[in-house]
């Protein structure tokens, strides 16, 4: 079944994410600062997970306004703030990752072509997982689903999505899933990330 996820959900979803998405600048952060990332997700953003006899499978987050969901997410949690320092000082180019994954939402408010710029959705989906033995199952198509539904409920009819560009098979996923390429962006030095929107 799929339902919202609860605050002891979090290291679940924190071992999901650290197993998954294993290029995420967040990753590299390691598990207790995905905790509490998720925690803080499951709280003040909306986080649905996908469950089978009580295990979880996989899950999504969301955001109704992802700039400055980093910020609010450090105002909510200075023990992250320290988490970071530490991770800095290890890796100092860490500090610089760090700024360009917090300045990404600013990045997709617009697109960049002049002739045809306009603004993008606030509200922007920010993480799908799903444990690797139930890929290609259906479970993310479903997840998807129950976003939506919620984001129906609540008026909100059109949202956004950002994926690596090197990242063929999630790319592949979201336009699988009805979302139709926007713009892209730079996030991380050179490396562009496409960012999709999707009307429903």
Not at 79 to 93: D, E, F, H, T
Not at 144 to 155: D, H, V
Not at 177 to 192: M, W, Y
Request: charged share 20%; aromatic share 12%.
């Amino acid at each position: 079944m799929i339902r919202f996820a609860i605050k002891t959900d979090s290291s679940t979803l924190a071992k999901l994410h650290y197993d998954t998405l294993t290029t995420s600048f967040l990753a590299g952060l390691g598990l207790d600062f995905l905790g509490k990332l998720y925690t803080f997700l499951i709280l003040k953003e909306k986080v649905w997970i996908y469950e089978e006899n009580n295990e979880i499978k996989g899950f999504v987050s969301y955001s109704e306004n992802s700039a400055g969901m980093m910020k609010r997410f450090l105002i909510n949690c200075p023990s992250c703030i320290i988490l970071l320092a530490l991770r800095i000082i290890v890796k100092p180019v860490n500090f610089k990752r760090f700024i360009e994954t917090f300045r990404a939402p600013f990045k997709s408010k617009k697109t960049r072509e002049a002739k045809d710029s306009f603004c993008l959705p606030s509200g922007e989906l920010l993480s799908i997982s799903v444990n690797p033995n139930c890929q290609a199952s259906g479970i993310g198509s479903q997840l998807i689903k129950a976003l939506e539904e919620y984001l129906k409920q609540n008026q909100i009819y059109t949202y956004k999505v950002v994926a690596g560009k090197e990242l063929v098979s999630a790319n592949k996923f979201y336009l699988k899933n009805g979302f139709v390429f926007a713009t892209q962006i730079k996030i991380h030095s050179e490396t562009l990330s496409n960012v999709y929107i999707k009307e429903i």
